[in-house]
């Protein structure tokens, strides 16, 4: 979201629901649920559907340490907090001695925000475990909101309140930390921009609103509260009178907001910034069945630019300054404002609108992943030569040349992977989920910190591509301090989903937990150390037929082998979709999955010498300071190291052994560098990217010394011109990249005759004369013992 010039944003995560019941805890581990008929929220009506976050069980390891951390400081947090600004704007008392947050929850122009972030975070707290003193607090804030709303909306009749509460809401039902006109001003006939002065300005209104919404929303999926259900719809009566009839108190009134209107507050920079407001309203409308509450989602489309634009898949993300799509909107559209609302679009889709909200939500998801998504799972980055704004979108493609120390705003990849999984539901491409993976286990899963506070989240904000730029956690407050609330608390929401009509599971992370389908009588029981580990183990009670699709990782390169009941099955697993296993079950069934993890090294869209190490779905981070040297980054030489079988784990970058916490670590060979996964929340210094340095062409230690040139594949290539960088430059993969890319090779004679092809091609390219071909050749000849495997 941005703050006089960092911006905020963010969205809290609707979970899936599609039921909700209270949990009654019989023995250790067992969870009664109570489904209703129908399924409520994201994939209410789509062909593949969420479990219920009461249905799933997160098991111990990584995610539960995570998730703990949080809880505890959300347990022990002060809830009364959160009431004083409310309470202030309904005239009534606060207990002396209780203060607002802080952060931006402070009585500024976002307040509200964290409380609905909060709510969210209390009902999945306590959904999980049934603990009761989440409930405790949440039924609290939600009775004390209800209140405040009524106050307020007591003196639309004339009943005058005092000091911050003097205010006559123009409509009923309005609730809110700040006055009421701080939502209307944005709208006609004042345009309320962007700002800090709290009579004038706007920040985000109908983003708050959205937060308390879905606070509460969640809180009547996951705690069946009715009071919850009740304070919702009153706002979003509120929310239509004032989406339709408008500013009508104001003396410059014209008359209703028309579709032009509308338009033109969604583009505005953060003061229309609006969150996933267009995703709460279709499932009010579900609800309720009211469908005012579907067509004040549809007041939320942002039909003058992005809309159309994503429908006719033209990426306006970035455009140049002369060529602005809309009245209002920025040449470069910031990140986290945009992305929630094609969640949005998606859910219109999901309750009865058309076909295109949905095109818009496919396509433009298509222009983050990949083309401005770094290897961590972030996304936002900087923009050479034009400003350094890091929540904005960089260009299509721009990656290595978007780095920097503000960058990757935590909030924007929790509403990527939450459009990503959104998608899948509708459209079951295994590369959601491999995007969902790599961002949970790096970007989401790192933004916490390790240690325990109850007084601050310890979350972050931006997650620095900059190499050796510690992580820095705090966030009371905040976007990202809202979001990650959440994320710490779901962790199990994406692990086990279902086909409509029940006859499938999908399996798709691999995280210890228990599925508990209530519906099918159905327990899958995951044992898994994973990420830590590379194996997991499914045990089913109940009976039946059911296809279990058990997802194949992009990155399971070096195998996916399934046993069931210790039978190996023979499909064939091909990494990047999904392996169904169709059979009828019975208890005691299990199921045995080995995915061994790699060493694998990523490169850069732009600039194919800029990469990341990963390990199995892990970015490994190299720990410590680069030097100056390297533009600032760690340069790294691997191709020495190689044998035949091409595994940089055997060689080049090993495994030294396991921290104290359970984390694998590595080190290089080359410069003795610490690696280790980036899911580790310290402060120490760290680098996700490093430079691949391979001056030469060499085979081991056979130098041939021959330059080991790039190929130009015209890289980088930028849809809109980066200033100070050539595009199309002249930029591409090295000579040697193109062998190793062919690894592992049978034998030495494979190797040649590779070795022989590429420096065929480079010959025709024009890169290497005919006489440096021949010496390379020559020189891989000779290296039969050099790359023989150890
Ligand atoms: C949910 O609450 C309603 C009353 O608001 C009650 O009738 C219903 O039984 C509750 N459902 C569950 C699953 O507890
Ligand atoms: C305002 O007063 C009228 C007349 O008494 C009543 O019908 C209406 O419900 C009141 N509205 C609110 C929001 O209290
Ligand atoms: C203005 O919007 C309201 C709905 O909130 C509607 O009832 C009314 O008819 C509209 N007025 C005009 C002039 O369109
Ligand atoms: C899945 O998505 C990827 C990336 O957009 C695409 O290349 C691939 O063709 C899709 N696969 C299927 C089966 O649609
Ligand atoms: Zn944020």
Redo the contacts with the bound molecule.
Sequence with gaps: MARPCTILSGLRQSLLVFAFGVITLIGIGAIHAEALAIDLGPGATAPIRPFPLNQVRLGNGLLQEKRDRIKSFIRSYDERKFLVLFNNQAGRPNPSGVTPPGGWEDGGLLSGHWTGHYMTALSQAYVDQGEQIFKTKLDWMINELAACQDMITARFNGTKGSGAASWVPTFPGYLGALPEDTVLRLGPPRWAVYGGNLDTNTWAAWYTQHKIIRGLLDAYYNTNSSQALNVVTKMADWAYLALTIGDKNHPQYKGNLTRDDLNYMWDLYIGGEYGGANEVFPEIYQITGNPRYLEIAKAFDNRESLFGSAVNNQDILVVTSDKIPGRRRPARLHANQHIPQFIGYLRIYEQGGDQEYFAAAKNFY?WVVPHRRFATGGVGGSYPGTDTNGELFQNRDNIANAMGGSGAETCTTYNTIKLARNLFLH?H????MDNYERSLFNQIAGSRADTSSTRDPQLTYFQSLTPGIPRDFGNTGTCCGGTGMESHTKYQETVYLRSADGSALWVNLYIPSTLSWAEKGLTVKQETTFPRGDTAKFTITGQGPLDIKLRVPAWARKGFKVSVNGQAQSDVAQP?TYLTLSRTWKTGDVIEVAMPFNIRIERALDRPDTQVIMWGPLLLQIVGKPSSANGGYFGISLYRYLKLDGDYSLTAIKRTGTSAAGDPTFRTADGGLTVRPYYIGDSQAVSSYFRRIEPNVVFGAIDTGIPNRKRNDGLPSYNVPVSGIPSPGTDGPTFLDLVWDQAPFASHKAFVETVTSRADAFVAAGVYSAGERDLIVAKAAQAEQELAPN
């Design positions: 298509d459209d491409n295994a590369t959601y990047g």
